[in-house]
T-cell receptor, first 110, second 112 residues
Framework: GIQVEQSPPDLILQEGANSTLRCNFS?????LQWFHQNPWGQLINLFY???GTKQNGRLSATTVATERYSLLYISSSQTTDSGVYFC????????????FGGGTRLMVKP | NAGVTQTPKFQVLKTGQSMTLQCAQD?????MYWYRQDPGMGLRLIYY???????DKGEVPNGYNVSRLNKREFSLRLESAAPSQTSVYFC???????????FGQGTRLTVV
């Protein structure tokens, strides 16, 4: 099946800083999603972005499907942005499986 | 519109006991999924149902069974719980195989 790798695994920011999270995938995709898992464990949908660029407030995402990567940008980070960010992709031979990366654990300090 | 609802939220089992985790969605989605999340890791697919009446194994199916009861409901059964099944279980649904998936709030299961 498709392999999904995220970097960096851990990230510590000062409030107000910007950051870029990366997701690499091993095959062509028909679905790519970014999630935020908050400290209570809830998975929150951020973006459904199999290709192109989307923006939602301080967050934006870009997927370059031909080069097999996606980027999540967080600008002017806030302490509430803390948590784990997951990328998940569906594609390749296992077309029905949404495969998750290992996540990026973000801590934003006040 | 509740989205994806899982019950129970928490459960403690003794080794060898059985239980069923329930999941229901009210978005008229065709596809439903069960994942597990172990500490510090991403989610891994246990089973999925592409449509009512069909189920398929995911990455880590051993020790589990599923039932797609109807279009709304997809249950996960542990026949004989083991400590290695201690995890957080998430149910998800999507309109079809390559559309956006939505997750429930999770069930935290501890097997002692």
């Amino acid at each position: 099946g498709i392999q999904v790798e995220q970097s960096p695994p851990d990230l510590i920011l000062q409030e107000g800083a910007n950051s870029t999270l990366r997701c690499n995938f091993s095959d062509s995709v028909n679905n790519l999603q970014w999630f935020h898992q908050n400290p209570w464990g809830q998975l929150i949908n951020l973006f459904y972005i199999p290709s192109g660029t989307k923006q939602n407030g301080r967050l934006s995402a870009t997927t370059v499907a031909t080069e097999r990567y996606s980027l999540l940008y967080i600008s002017s980070s806030q302490t509430t942005d803390s948590g784990v960010y997951f990328c998940a992709a569906r594609g390749g031979e296992a077309g029905n499986m949404l495969t998750f990366g290992g996540g990026t654990r973000l801590m934003v300090k006040p | 519109n509740a989205g994806v609802t899982q019950t129970p939220k928490f459960q403690v089992l003794k080794t060898g006991q059985s239980m069923t985790l329930q999941c229901a969605q009210d978005m008229n989605h065709n596809s439903m999924y069960w994942y597990r999340q172990d500490p510090g890791m991403g989610l891994r697919l246990i089973y999925y149902s592409a449509s009512e009446g069909t189920t398929d194994k995911g990455e880590v199916p051993n020790g589990y069974n599923v039932s797609r009861l109807n279009k709304r409901e997809f249950s996960l059964r542990l026949e004989s719980a083991a400590p290695s099944q201690t995890s957080v279980y998430f149910c998800a649904s999507s309109a079809s195989g390559n559309t956006e998936a939505f997750f429930g709030q999770g069930t935290r299961l501890t097997v002692v």
